[in-house]
């Protein structure tokens, strides 16, 4: 018996989200190339998981914070805090666009939060300087 609900695989890269049961596998092809945020694994129940509302996504590449609103259609705010919940960077976001944003911290763990009105959507990322 697992002490999460659900486990949530998603693979950035092929833009798959997929539940995980204790024994599954997940075949993949890999390169030294691949971004080396490409999966992402969430804890919880799927309700809990879907219930935040915003089809966005979060990512870091080749230094720089990608924030992919593709599938939002409003203008969203943009924040990301360190661990301690200092605020290093607010700035609103156009609808329907991937943006690249320039994130200046050392190596940390930085919470990154999109919110508009249709909801919102949260994730941690582990952020080495470049």
């Known amino acids: 018996q697992s002490m999460f609900p ?22 993949f092809q890999a390169s030294k190339s691949d971004n080396v945020n490409r999966f992402v694994l969430n804890f919880g129940s799927p309700e809990t998981l879907s219930a935040k509302g915003l089809p966005a996504r979060i990512y870091e ?22 661990i301690m919940g200092r605020s290093l960077l607010e700035k609103q976001l156009q609808p329907n666009t991937l943006h690249s944003v320039a994130l200046n911290c050392k190596l940390q763990i930085v919470i990154v939060t999109l919110l508009n009105k249709d909801g919102y959507l949260s994730r941690k990322l582990l952020w080495s300087e470049y």
């Open 6 to 27: 659900s486990v949530i695989l998603e693979d950035h890269m092929l833009n798959i989200s997929r539940k995980i049961n204790p024994g599954d596998s997940y075949p």
């Open 61 to 82: 590449e080749s230094g720089r914070l990608m924030v992919d609103l593709s599938a939002v259609p409003k203008e969203t705010t943009l924040r990301v805090c360190d």
